[in-house]
């Protein structure tokens, strides 16, 4: 049951993401042709006001169609049509037309060629498998030729539609760690935080709250916590030593300019939640921290290190279902992680992914017209190729296991 709950939670912020896609195009008026909860095939659907919404047959996350995301070519035409022309020659003169209109920009001429290049295919009778393909590619190059297709609109439109997607998953980051802090964690705490190195905290104090039980005794900003009680901790035992405590006295021995020092007692208080204004800040906090790790992350890797801090979809449900055994608050903590991860994920500059597809937005808004899609592919191959490395590595690091694994 636990990995079905955490396979939902990956689904679940695939669907936020393509949810953003689709209603921005909505509102921008890009109106998508189809909305799935699952992939396609589909299990069932139905059509309304020019949308077809569906339940897929594969149930990871969600799936919309955006119209003509790439500047139609007359190259396209042979694609599509190549085999229904040698099954039936006499549609050679409407295929061949389009293609003209599309190489010559006229794409009102290019669209009615298309109707009538579909008229005459009606009357005649090819094969199933042609019949489909003339369907298929007739549907896709009317939504290239259409006045709301992707590649027609206006720079800011399309930055807009693919921004929403890795943009919804942040907002939904930033809603599940605020939605953390409001309900507290129960244990005790002294209102500190210790300075991360790598995927482990140190001794070191990152932060101290304001009005806070440490901040009462006097621990500061840059101390180096050494003894609690007079006993020598390592970093793993600090939060455990102060959640044990139950609000009994805690005095704190730390490390300050080179000189130890012992702090006033403080009583650990418990961790009840926030309100929604300071709760709201926090996770700004968190949101910002955790951006500044994956950033870091990823530029180890281009220098040749933080290879074992990639993960695979396999890691990250297993992640989620060791989270779902501590608690809900732990669960919705990872979701906001794993949502965060995968905004950020997305606007790196690589196609297919969003940024790159916003990045060759920007470009053909400075230089006025679109890219050719031979470009596209040519840059698409190469990002598949980076996004399939990224992968493995990452499912190599979660079937390698690790220490004591």
Known sequence: MTLLVAIAGLAFLILIHEAGHFLTALAVGMRPRKFYLGFPPPLVRATRRGVEYGIGLIPL???????GMFRPAAGDLGRWFGRAVEEEPSLRRHVEAAAAAVERSDFETARADLDRLE???????????TRRELARGISELRDSLAPDAYWR???WRRIAV???????NALLAIVLFAGVFMVGSGDYRLGFSLKPQGQNATRVVDSVLPNDPAAGAGLRAGDRILAINGVLVSANDIASTIRASRGKPLRLGVERGGRDVTLPAAEARKDEGQSAPSAFWSSLKVTGEVTKQIGVSLGNLVHGQGRKEISSPVGIV??????????????????????????????????????????????EGIRGRAVARAVYERTSAIGIALVVLLFFIGLTNDLGGGPGG
């Open 61 to 67: 996350g969600g799936y919309v169609k955006i119209p």
């Open 119 to 129: 008229a005459a295919a009606a009357e005649l009778e090819p094969t199933a498998t």
């Open 153 to 155: 609109q206006r720079s």
């Open 162 to 168: 693919i921004f929403a997607g890795p943009g919804t």
């Open 318 to 363: 297993r992640g989620s279902e060791q989270a779902i055994h501590e608690g809900a608050r732990d669960y919705l903590s990872v979701l906001g992680l794993i949502s965060l991860s995968l905004a950020l994920l997305n606007l790196l500059p690589l196609l297919p992914l969003d940024g790159g597809h916003i990045a060759f937005s920007i470009v």
